[in-house]
């Protein structure tokens, strides 16, 4: 078993923030797609497992993990995917992630970068969702989730102010939100609305929750920049 698996992805990622995150939370695998590589080498985290094509990943990088010369990475293995391929590395290493039975995934370095290598990564979030594993993709500003029932977020566990709710299937049936700011109840929300976003936390509660009867919600907690 993989345990909790911080994933490092081949898209922007913040190094100041991939190393705060890191450090803020307890993980027992570090797998890295493609040029997240590149990302733990710079900020000296040690690598179990990387796999994609390479083609982004700096080649003196790759050569070194490759080879054993990066401390604390001496002994991570290591795939290499050809070019072209059917699905996108960070599906493939998603798949593997489960296959290997991981109890928690966090994915940094999916949301920078190209926009429709970010919406893939967040429908690819249905892999973990179909699994019951808890997965989510993270950036200094968002936590981005995917849920199919019901969620409880304690104010202290909050990523950020706000909590928006957006439909990935073309309806989610009977959502309904208690301590929030706003509040709906046996609600259906549908494609093409934007009816849920920039919720608070009700002043006088100390838990949002969220539940739904059908269908699949983008859950997002963001916050403004400083």
Known sequence: MLGKVLLLTGGTAELDFVQ???ASMEYQTVVCADSGLN??????IPVHY??????????E????????EVSGSEKCEWVRYP?????VDTQLVIQWILEKRASEIHILGA???RLDHFLANVNILMLPL??????????????????????QISREELYGKYLSLLPLTTQVTGVTLQGLKYIIKDYTLEVGIARAIS???DENSDMARIELKSGVLIVVESKDRA
């Open 130 to 151: 179909k699994k019951k594993v808890p997965a989510y993709i993270a950036d200094p500003q968002n936590r981005i989730r995917l849920i199919d029932g019901t969620l």
């Open 111 to 113: 949301t920078g970068g």
């Open 61 to 68: 990088i790759l050569e070194a993990y490759k080879n054993g």
């Open 83 to 87: 070019r072209e391929k059917d699905y």
């Open 39 to 44: 990302t733990a080498y710079h900020l000296g």
């Open 20 to 22: 705060q995150y890191a």
């Open 199 to 201: 919720n608070e936390m």
């Open 50 to 59: 990387f796999m994609g094509d390479f083609d982004s990943v700096a080649p």
